[in-house]
T-cell receptor, first 113, second 113 residues
Framework: SQQGEEDPQALSIQEGENATMNCSYK?????LQWYRQNSGRGLVHLIL?????REKHSGRLRVTLDTSKKSSSLLITASRAADTASYFC?????????????FGTGTRLKVLA | DTEVTQTPKHLVMGMTNKKSLKCEQH?????MYWYKQKAKKPPELMFV???????INESVPSRFSPECPNSSLLNLHLHALQPEDSALYLC????????????FGSGTRLTVV
């Protein structure tokens, strides 16, 4: 399976601290995306990083991509209670000849006030 | 309008019932998707529609029948479901069936009794 694996599976931090979660994948990719999902709700697109990019920022989010190691990380700085959610990476599967994204296993983040 | 709207939000159905899930977007997106998500698991792709044509069916059982009547609307018809089909069903859309970010709806929580 191409499904990405994320670690840690769960992370609990204090408000104001930084949160880092990692995603590893198995095949060549065109791009990698990160999504947030609040409990039982739909997913929200956070950021897309292309395979020729190494780092991307959006507000308090910083994403890195290392295609040689087939890994990506998402850093949330100065976390807030509202950041409590599950975070998924999604990789673009190019092997089938069609466009589809496969979601990783996810990291459940809890930010304590 | 930057939303994907899914109805109903909750659905309880018996194993002999026929029901439909509805998904609507008015962003001019030409690709639409159905995902299934079990508790504490990542979303799993079911179907992809591109320009109103079914382009990917991830070996989904025939008791799930997708339909795309027009570029704004996506339905998922359900018939003779099993209790293990209980899950959150997510609809998403993207500009095109290429390497773009997805906009997700908030999902339909389906319970099969």
């Amino acid at each position: 399976s191409q499904q990405g694996e994320e670690d840690p599976q769960a992370l609990s931090i204090q408000e104001g601290e930084n949160a880092t979660m990692n995603c590893s994948y198995k095949t060549s990719i065109n791009n990698l995306q990160w999504y947030r999902q609040n409990s039982g709700r739909g997913l929200v697109h956070l950021i897309l990083i292309r395979s020729n990019e190494r780092e991307k920022h959006s507000g308090r989010l910083r994403v890195t991509l290392d295609t040689s190691k087939k890994s990506s990380s998402l850093l949330i700085t100065a976390s807030r209670a509202a950041d409590t959610a599950s975070y998924f990476c999604a990789t673009a599967d190019t092997t089938s000849g069609t466009y589809k994204y496969i979601f990783g296993t996810g990291t459940r983040l809890k930010v304590l006030a | 309008d930057t939303e994907v709207t899914q109805t109903p939000k909750h659905l309880v159905m018996g194993m002999t019932n026929k029901k439909s899930l509805k998904c609507e977007q008015h962003m001019g997106h030409r690709a639409m998707y159905w995902y299934k998500q079990k508790a504490k698991k990542p979303p799993e792709l079911m179907f992809v529609y591109s320009y109103e044509k079914l382009s990917i069916n991830e070996s989904v059982p025939s008791r799930f029948s997708p339909e795309c009547p027009n570029s704004s609307l996506l339905n998922l018809h359900l018939h003779a479901l099993q209790p293990e089909d209980s899950a959150l069903y997510l609809c998403a859309s993207s500009q095109d069936a290429g390497w773009y970010g997805y906009t997700f709806g908030s999902g339909t929580r389906l319970t099969v009794v």
